[in-house]
């Protein structure tokens, strides 16, 4: 069974940092580029980040570049997001996604349930 398990969201005040992973399972791991995305209430999903099968190359949406980090230990099969300076128009569901190539073309092949992440003061 095909499971994306995300952690590490919560309540944040702005300019905090948070620590996302999401934790595969089911499939070959390493064998898939894995995506970030997060929806805000009343707005469409959008792709914050993605990271190849080995890491090598990584590609961030402009509203997060030089804040947000992705990285993944395939060993762990986890990815991981890095989310630094956080704003308060980072609140949003995050859900990890888990495409058989980095390139933007394909959707993804399996999606994580989301975590909440609330910026607020």
């Known amino acids: 069974q095909v499971q994306l398990v ?3 969201g919560g309540l944040v005040q702005p300019g905090g ?11 070959t791991f390493s064998s898939y580029a894995m ?4 929806q805000a209430p009343g707005k469409e999903r959008e792709l914050v980040a993605r990271i190849s099968i080995t890491g090598d190359s990584t590609n961030y949406a402009d509203s997060v570049k030089g804040r947000f ?10 990815v991981y ?7 308060l128009e980072d609140t949003a569901v995050y859900y990890c996604a888990a495409a058989l190539v980095y390139g933007l073309g394909p959707r993804p092949s399996y999606w994580g349930q989301g975590t909440q992440v609330t910026v607020s003061s």
């Not at 940092?17 to 499939?27: T, V, Y």
């Not at 980090?69 to 986890?78: F, P």
């Not at 997001?81 to 704003?87: D, E, H, P, R």
């Open 6 to 8: 995300e952690s590490g």
């Open 17 to 27: 940092s948070l620590r996302l992973s999401c934790a595969a399972s089911g499939f």
């Open 35 to 38: 995506r970030w995305y997060r």
């Open 69 to 78: 980090t992705i990285s993944r230990d395939n060993a762990k099969n986890t």
């Open 81 to 87: 997001l890095q989310m630094n300076s956080l704003k």
